[in-house]
């Protein structure tokens, strides 16, 4: 309907005006709904035709396709476990109850692990208890940085960076909840903190130097990058200095309260919003304000209980 929309405006310009004024009772606003309807809606399935590669004897593949599932589209989310499955069998969808159910009473599905901001945008709500609610934080190493090579390789190792180009910064995902930092943003953290020093003593463990220099350094880094102790850098129990930790939980700390300052509103004052009598649009973007200051306020507090000086 989209692609033909402008040869039949066109058509109709030119043969009737009658028909042109009747046209615009169709408004942007019922195909936007119309279009976003369908698009949200539609679902990957296996199609019944098969793809041989090659001379026949290689595995065959099954493309997929998009279909709609109108009955399945009936149930509400709520959170719990993905339990939605395709049996090319009986060639149906199938979703498993996430719970038992009464007679009479509403079935739930899990829609899938989602951010707020990813249900907002492919579902159209935000859902409040949402356990897999993530906000992106962007930091970057420092091309001027005389380590940052030695820096983007033990990434590298930790299979945080692909590749030891620095390109911009990385994105990492804060959680939802009281442990809002995983495993490689604390690791990419501590080693954003450490001064030559400091990545001297901790990349290894025979090293008890307080300084070396530039050569020697790098012979530590080396040697770090060949270990199988890089790992334990993404744990919060991993022998480090105190004074490294604590840079690194402070950095998070201030970086989250900057990013809190940024919003036109408190939380305090996004709480009193939602007892207004909003529309339904404005009152998801305040629910995906408030549910972003949430995970930032989580951080900070469990940056300032981390920091030991």
């Known amino acids: ?36 309807t369908v698009m949200t809606r539609q679902n990957l399935i296996p199609s019944q035709e098969e793809i041989v590669e090659g001379d ?17 589209d009936f149930c509400n989310h709520q959170d719990g476990q993905f339990s939605t499955d395709f049996h090319p069998e009986s060639r149906r969808t199938v979703c498993q109850a996430g719970r038992d159910f009464g ?9 899938g692990t989602r951010t707020c901001a990813e249900q907002l945008i492919h579902n159209g709500f935000v859902d409040t208890n949402n356990s897999h609610d993530a906000l992106t934080l962007k930091i970057g190493l420092s091309k001027s940085d005389p380590l940052a090579g030695q820096r983007a390789a033990l990434l590298c190792k930790l299979h945080i960076l692909s590749d030891e180009k620095i390109s911009g910064p990385i994105a990492f995902q804060l959680k939802a909840g009281p442990q809002p930092v ?15 020093d400091s990545l001297g003593k901790n990349f290894d463990l025979q090293c008890v130097m307080t300084s070396c ?24 129990e991993c022998g480090i200095e105190t004074e490294v930790d604590d840079k690194s939980w402070s950095f998070l700390k201030a970086r989250c309260q900057l990013l809190l300052q940024l919003y036109p509103t408190t939380k305090e004052a996004d709480l009193k919003m939602l007892e207004e009598d909003l529309i339904p649009h404005r009152r998801m973007c305040v629910l995906l304000r408030l549910a972003e200051k949430r995970i930032l306020l989580s951080a900070i507090e469990c940056a300032g209980q981390r920091i030991k000086k």
């Open 103 to 111: 007679a009479g009473e509403q079935v739930f599905i899990f829609y």
């Open 213 to 236: 220099n530039e050569e020697k350094w790098l012979a530590v880094a080396d040697r770090w990058l060949q270990s199988d102790n890089a790992s334990n850098l993404m744990h919060e």
């Open 56 to 72: 026949g004897k290689e595995k065959q593949l099954v493309p997929l396709v998009n279909a709609l599932i109108p009955l399945w």
């Open 182 to 196: 995983d495993g490689q943003l604390l690791a990419f953290l501590r080693l954003f903190c450490m001064t030559k």
């Open 1 to 36: 309907m989209i692609c033909l929309c402008p040869c039949f405006l066109l058509d109709i310009m030119h043969n009737g005006t009658k028909i042109f004024k009747n046209f615009l009772s169709l408004l942007y606003s019922f195909n936007r709904w119309a279009v976003s």
